[in-house]
């Protein structure tokens, strides 16, 4: 597997943008130079994050998720970070 991310990436197994193997890679996400450790879903060419809003769930049983826009800085965890 290269160390190239998807553009496009959820967590959500539904999803057509779901990749569990990299998922269990690890993956982090730097939002506007903050590390985000509740991002769901993200878009780096459209530039924004859906992060999960608490411990709330919507009617289907999903997290309830907020978009915020801004600069999308993806990256695969290492054991030394």
Sequence with gaps: ???TLP??????PKS???NKELLER????RFNGVE???VWEY??????VRVVAGAALDRKG????????GKVE???ETAAE
């Design 7 to 12: 553009d496009r990436l959820s967590q959500d």
């Design 36 to 38: 985000k450790t509740n």
């Design 1 to 3: 597997m290269t160390d």
């Design 74 to 76: 993806p990256y695969i």
């Design 62 to 69: 999903n997290p309830v998720t907020l978009m915020l826009k």
């Design 26 to 29: 690890g993956i982090g996400i």
């Design 16 to 18: 057509a943008f779901h």
């Design 43 to 48: 878009c780096i060419s459209e530039g924004w």
